[in-house]
T-cell receptor
């Protein structure tokens, strides 16, 4: 049980549909992050959970995006009424504590394509 | 708002060369800076983490330096190998947020 896992690895959907992306963090890690990475760009922060609560959701681009972490482990990123501009790789990362000296461990990402 | 840039955007070198990747950030009030490696279709792998009080970190053939006052960091790769081919991302953790701010990356190709 090693690293952060994300499912699905690839998701193709049509414009206007609803999608859910799942992240399984490293067991015991209390902090969980979602980032979005567009082609040729670095990851951009979306939302950060400490435990079950969203400590910072300032990176969510609009109200079509929502994320939950109901039991403090697995997290789901939900996107409503998808648009072509939502196409990107969505990365999840987890960290053991909220301490700033600890590194984040990244999952392989979910590649979302909106047609 | 913190902004991170990386130069060059892409770099191609023959095997065995030493090389330097550059990272700049606009706000020097950072907690730490981290260099990551990303292979195609994969997540990010942490290479080196430099705390704001440190000047450099070394791991094997990699050496990262930090000049906080000028907002710069460099990643030095010695004796490059084809297996080093990947995208290298620089990220800073600043004093205002709870997350990394990433640069766009440098895409490195090491030719055999």
């Amino acid at each position: 049980g090693a690293g952060v896992s994300q499912t699905p690895s690839n998701k193709v959907t049509e414009k206007g549909k609803y999608v859910e992306l799942r992240c399984d963090p490293i067991s015991g890690h209390t902090a969980l992050y979602w980032y979005r990475q567009s082609l040729g760009q670095g990851p951009e922060f979306l939302i950060y959970f400490q435990g079950t609560g969203a400590a910072d959701d300032s990176g969510l681009p609009n109200d079509r995006f929502f994320a939950v972490r109901p039991e403090g482990s697995v997290s789901t990123l939900k996107i409503q009424r998808t648009e072509r501009g939502d196409s990107a790789v969505y990365l999840c990362a987890s960290r053991l504590t909220s301490g700033i000296t600890d590194t984040q461990y990244f999952g392989p990402g979910t590649r979302l394509t909106v047609l | 708002k913190q902004e991170v840039t990386q130069i060059p955007a892409a770099l191609s070198v023959p095997e065995g060369e030493n090389l330097v990747l550059n990272c700049s950030f606009t706000d020097s009030a950072i907690y730490n800076l981290q260099w990551f490696r990303q292979d195609p279709g994969k997540g990010l792998t942490s290479l080196l983490l430099i705390q704001s009080s440190q000047r450099e970190q070394t791991s094997g053939r990699l050496n990262a330096s930090l000049d906080k006052s000028s907002g710069r960091s460099t990643l030095y790769i010695a004796a490059s190998q084809p297996g080093d081919s990947a995208t290298y991302l620089c990220a800073v953790w600043d004093n205002y947020g709870q997350n990394f701010v990433f640069g766009p990356g440098t895409r490195l190709s090491v030719l055999p």
